[in-house]
């Protein structure tokens, strides 16, 4: 069985890899490499691979297998059906179904009550508008006083909460193994001492950039090493080496670099080459979700005291994904399925069903805020736009989609509520007491991995580790150690409403001494 899987592994990779112009660059370069002089025919095989490595294109090959890797759908038996691929839990493909339904009519209603159509093509002269204010869409006051969020993340998380797994008996509220949490679904969930086991280098023997004091080695003189390593690392072009140096986190003038490394994203031809076809598919056209979109970026990063300078990034980034096909390659292994409408006229025929928005992924509030952090590191728009939809493609969707992932949204809110219950219990019976569920305070942090909540400094620390660790998991801990730090203050609250006041402002914290203590500090 893992001899075939293996063999499966192997040629889905190969598969993909034969889509892909990395696939056209090496065949050129072995072709064009037979002219050199060095190249015998008697070891034509261990020259051309010779010359491949000498000139870095091994490396890219490997990276490129190395990315691959990372979004492969987890492994299956032969004779499951393919949406076992997706989700192996039938309640959660339900669940996910049944939202995407919700989301869907939501979408379908405002698109009647407003007598707005899903998809039109500009006239000419605001094809030429569009063209000319590109680079200031900011500028743009269009009326969406009518426009209103698909949904909110408090809807989905009540939609969590109702998650039940009707083969489980959770009847016996009195036991000692109830949860007192709003999650009821039997998911497995790492304790504190396989946190540890993970996040071995958050340990408080290891020197971490984020945190001003360590006992053990005077931080300038590591930050100094650090960034040599680092400097190293880039030189080398290795996407796995890169990925476990970030788990120390980035120096700021190679955090740009390294993150585009491991996710394997350059900024070739290719790539802006797409991007300026989905920016003409923008100007082309006009979607109902682009009215979203303004509506969400006026809502959130134009409020934003750190992002507000970014809104016409956002506008061009978030549009041009919405037009983006290859997204939709991610619903292989992604619980959600890309919602369809009918072309106009033929409602209720499946033959004329487009997956609409082209991307699959309809906006919701908050969405720009995955977005926003990246300004800070990215100021060519290609390459932005290709970092963020890789982000999104291998952690973001993860967020807002039922599935029983350890990185999914429900399992890190069953995470955060376990870490929560085990390691403070009084303070989690004192607020479930008070009305004031701890989930329903953190959810909102979770939900955009803290986009808009850290100080941006501290939040791209913490995405360090996301993808150093290749896990959303570490989100749920934080989340955990930010009660822990106020929990004083919480032990005071008599509402809801006082909880939230004592944790409506994050912006202070430092995030690596909350991971390390909560996570290597606590008595277990």
Known sequence: MDDEVGVDIIAHVVQRLKGNHLHSHLEKQAKECLHRPEIKRECLKDDVRSFLKETGWERKLQNAVYRELHTLPPPSHTVSPPEHTKEPLSYMRKAQACWEKRILKSLNSMCTELGVPLARKRPVREQKELVHKWTEMGTNEPDLSNFRPVYAPKDFLEMLISLRNANHDSSDEASCKSHWGLIQVPLNVKNILEMRKVFVELGLGTSQLGIDDNIHITPDLFENEHVRLGKRVVSEQDSAAAQQYSRQGCPTGLRATLWALILNCGNDLEDVMRYEQLKSG??????????????????????????????????????????????????????????????????????????????????????????????????????????????????????????????????????????????????????????????????????????????????LLLWDRILGYDSLEIVAVLAAAVFAFRAENLMEVTSLAAAEAVLADLSTLKVMPLLQIFLFAAVI
């Open 282 to 459: 923008v100007i082309h056209h006009d979607l109902l979700v682009d009215s979203l979109i303004y509506k969400d970026v006026k809502l959130t990063a134009s409020n934003d005291d750190y992002y507000f300078v970014f809104e016409d990034y956002l506008y061009q980034i978030l549009l041009c994904f919405s037009r983006d096909t290859t997204v939709l390659e991610h619903f292989i292994y992604n619980s959600a399925t890309p919602p369809k409408s009918s072309i106009q006229d033929k409602q209720g025929t499946e033959e004329y069903a487009l997956v609409y928005p082209p991307n699959g992924v309809i906006p919701f509030h908050g969405f720009s805020m995955y977005v926003a952090p990246l300004c800070f590191l990215y100021n060519e728009p290609s390459q932005l736009y290709i970092i963020f939809r890789e982000m999104y493609v291998r952690y973001f969707f993860r967020l807002h989609s039922i599935s029983s992932s350890p990185s999914g949204i429900v399992s890190l809110c069953l995470q955060f509520e376990k870490l929560l219950q085990i390691h403070l219990p009084q303070l989690f019976y004192h607020l479930r007491e008070m009305g004031a569920q701890p989930l329903r305070i953190a959810f909102k942090w979770m939900v955009r991995a803290f986009s808009g909540y850290l100080a941006t400094d501290q939040l």
